[in-house]
């Protein structure tokens, strides 16, 4: 085993693949290691759905429409199939059109479209007759990610990237990395440890205050329509920082209070995207603990598919798969630390590091080898 890099990487989720992939561009020599033999976390059991619209405003926005960008340069190369482009988010009342209407008034409302009546149906089979109408964005992907992560992990091997399953990192200081089979060397380490909070630097994640988010995910059969874009609902406004400028927003809170309180306290949203299978990936909640239970309640999945059967004509959903997924949470939606010198740690602390984990690797590198930030900085 070669044991001199110009850059470490520990950690093959996405967020690792992201600084990966920034270093192997910058001309370094990567490799990255992972105490898993593949990624089997978060970063395969998401909806592969490169959110645009409806990210925090500012830097998160930016991070998206950049790791958008790059999901779209690299998908052919690495043989990634892309199965939607563009979101519309479904609006079930008329106080979540109004938060649409105010959202497409804004900057990141650029190129999206209100859809209403038959241009709604029009634009996608499948959705309820009785919706108020949507927001077409133009921004989104969304890959399948069970796989897409092991497609983008072989295609940067075939680029140079040196892969080391089954190698936990035990220790980290400047310019090494300790395993149990061997120090590994690089002036460049990046430590992108997903839901470990206990292994590597636990006092700095300790003193951010990340705690653990456990998802309920389901796939439903092919319902026998075909839709081009990802589905959101109401629920999603309430729960995504991009919406949360809109003066109608907590309008829209009340109503869904007095409607759907479980959904709330489940931390439910909808969101929905078609496979190539003609299957739909569903979900999700949100549930917070420092050790998430492992278990799947079956009324939480229930509220899920109520949901879906109201926004779109899927009356009796098939549900053909089920898993739960686990991210780590905090009051900061991502950050990168440099607890040593030549050493950061770069956590995405929500649920987005499938839509900004790429922009997040061009910042750390960049900083690492002190190149001028990228543009979207
Ligand atoms: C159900 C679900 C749905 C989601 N949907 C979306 C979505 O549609 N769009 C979106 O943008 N985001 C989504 N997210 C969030 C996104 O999936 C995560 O932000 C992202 O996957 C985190 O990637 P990661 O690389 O940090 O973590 P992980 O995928 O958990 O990878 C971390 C890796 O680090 C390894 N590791 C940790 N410590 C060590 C160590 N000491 N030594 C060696 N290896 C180590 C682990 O083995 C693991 O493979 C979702 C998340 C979930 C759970």
Partial sequence: MEHHYDCLVVGAGIVGLGHALAAQRAGL?????????????????NFGFVTVTGQQEGITWRRARRSREIWAEIAGPAGIAIHHRGLLVCARRPEAMAVLEEFQATTMGDGCRLLRGRDLHDEAEGLRHDLVGALHSPHEL??????????????LAAEGVTFLPRMAAVTVETGRVTTPRGTLHAPHIVVCPGTDLASLFPDVIARRNITLCKLHMMRIADPGFAFSAAVMSDLGLVRYLGYAGSPSLPTLRAR?????????ADGIHLIAVQGADG???????HHYADTPDPFQPREVDDRILAELSATLAVDAPEVI??????????????FTEAPLPGVRLSMVTSGTGASTAFAIGEETIADLTGDAPPEHV
């Fill in 29 to 45: 020599k990567v490799a990255v290691l992972d105490r898993d033999t593949r990624a089997a976390g978060a970063s395969v059991r």
């Fill in 142 to 155: 969304r890959v399948e990610s069970r796989y897409a992560v092991a497609q983008l992990t072989a295609w």
């Fill in 256 to 264: 869904l209070e007095a409607e759907q309180g479980p959904w709330l």
């Fill in 279 to 285: 299957s739909l990936v569903v979900g999700d909640s």
């Fill in 321 to 334: 798969e089920r898993w739960v997924g686990v991210y780590p949470s905090g009051p900061d939606v991502a």
